[in-house]
């Protein structure tokens, strides 16, 4: 989408705001960032004499090398750096302390629990990727365990009151359709966005079931390996390598670290939540296949667990008969019997989609249309040949996420060629850009306001700095 420099500004804050929401620190994060302390801490009055001072918000200050290290660290994640100044990046780092600053002030609070379990999940990743904690204090060069436990405390719970200060800033923001129409209008017709081709695009799925022999000889394995874990100590983690389905988790042994808001499945979660630690579950079936699932620690309502998923298989014949009845289905759609979403209604075993005659939702607005460029590569295959309102031969997929495999037939029910924005065909977009820009000024006056009332100082060395604050308050 090509819009004009202040809405490509614009949106890159916004970009930037949703990036700092993020729950899940990188590996190099985590090794690089650093801790920002209050001022009166005695430790921090050692780092100053040691590093500098580059600025204060508040209750916090900002040293030199934790501009270096920022730095640093976007280079380590691939980002581009060749526009990166240390003045923008000092900015960013005094917006983020100014953000948990003020969080602290009106009892916006994050409790040390919510900041232990982050950096409790995070010490698991970094384990299983690198192999034991040893080697993880080894390669990020850390004394103890306790000091780099401390040192993830201090950098979660100043991101974590940063974040939750800022969606507390613009929860309340929302849009007119009035508004929409004036930000569309204030955009000189020559600078307009310009949305590139979309589809809209339905289909119908018929997802073969296996048999109740299959079932059972899914049941029995599950059985067995509980069996053997149980009375012969055998490791479920490695059970899981051998023997899990799930593509998420196979290769770390199975393990998951869920609470009870962890988008999973509800039958799961139900029952990891009433299992003891230690435990093994019975065999229990989702959508996905059938499970076990042992409980390797309870932390509050927080557990890490490690589950075996196993699927029945699906008999050729099974499979051979759902593209029989699909081939069905789309001579009578082509034979007028049914419209393309009379038939999904009555005939596709797709649950999320049927009853919106099969259309398909982005995933990343839940809007019905899909950008060519966005596209996901095996959609966009499946559809590129087929002209407005043809339906497709029976296409065979495997579920990515582990649901088995399935027959699609797809229709393309409209099409839009890039264009200059329109208000009415686009107004979902610009709606959404709108209230992207209402969402930038209100961070804007926040901002503004409360530089104002917040101490802050900036060292002398910094103070040439063209900051897009007033950090210097002139």
Wanted: net charge negative; charged share 30%; aromatic share 8%.
């Amino acid at each position: 989408m090509k819009t004009r420099q202040w809405i490509t500004a614009m949106a890159l804050c916004l970009v930037a705001m949703g990036a700092a929401q993020e729950t899940t620190t990188a590996p190099q994060e985590i090794a690089d960032a650093s801790v920002a302390q209050p001022m009166d801490s005695a430790k921090v009055g050692k780092r100053i004499k040691l590093d500098g001072i580059a600025a204060v918000v508040g209750d916090y200050v900002i040293l030199d090398s934790d501009i270096e290290k920022t730095l640093i660290d976007l280079k380590s994640q691939g980002a581009a750096t060749a526009d990166v100044t240390k003045c923008g990046l000092l900015g960013k780092l005094m917006e983020d302390r100014l953000y948990a600053h003020q969080a602290v002030q009106d009892s916006i609070l994050v409790s040390d629990d919510e900041v232990n379990m982050q950096g409790e999940r995070q010490l698991q990743q970094l384990v299983q990727q690198i192999g034991s904690m040893e080697k993880v204090l080894r390669y990020y060069k850390k004394e103890d365990e306790q000091s780099f436990r401390e040192e993830l405390f201090n950098i979660n719970k100043l991101r974590m009151l940063s974040e939750k200060m800022q969606q507390d800033i613009i929860k309340d923001v929302e849009i007119t359709p009035e508004e929409v129409r004036q930000f569309f209008n204030k955009i000189p017709e020559d600078e307009r966005p310009v949305f590139g081709a979309e589809l809209e695009i339905a289909q119908i799925v018929k997802e073969p079931k296996p048999t109740d022999a299959e079932k059972q000889k899914v049941i029995d394995k599950l059985n067995e390996i509980k069996a053997d874990v149980e009375d012969n100590g055998a490791s479920f983690s490695v059970k899981a390598i051998l023997y899990s389905q799930d593509p998420g988790s196979k290769s770390k042994g199975g393990f998951y670290s869920i609470t009870k808001d962890t988008g999973f499945d509800k039958t799961f979660k139900d029952v990891a939540f009433s299992l003891q630690q230690g435990e093994v579950s019975e065999p229990f079936e989702t959508p996905f296949g059938y499970h076990i699932i042992y409980i390797e620690k309870i932390r509050g309502q927080e557990l890490d667990l490690r589950h075996i998923l196993v699927q029945p298989e699906i008999s050729s014949d099974a499979l051979e008969e759902a593209k029989r009845e699909l081939d069905t289905i789309r001579q009578q759609i082509m034979d007028g019997k049914y419209t393309f979403a009379e038939a999904a209604l009555n005939f596709s075993d797709q649950k999320e989609t049927k009853f919106e005659g099969g259309v398909l939702r982005n995933p990343i607005n839940f809007d019905s249309r899909f950008e060519l460029t966005n596209m996901d590569p095996n959609l966009y295959n499946q559809v590129r040949e087929l002209k407005d309102n043809e339906i497709s031969f029976p296409v065979l997929e495997d579920d990515p996420l582990g649901g088995g495999p399935s027959y699609k037939i797809l229709q393309v029910t409209n099409r839009y060629e890039e264009h200059v924005a329109d208000f009415a065909q686009d107004y979902v977009k610009i709606q959404e850009l709108a209230k992207t820009e209402k969402k930038f000024n209100a961070i804007k006056k926040w901002m503004a306001e409360h530089i104002e009332d917040t101490y802050v100082s900036v060292n002398g060395s910094n103070q040439d700095c063209d900051f897009a604050n007033n950090w210097i308050k002139k």
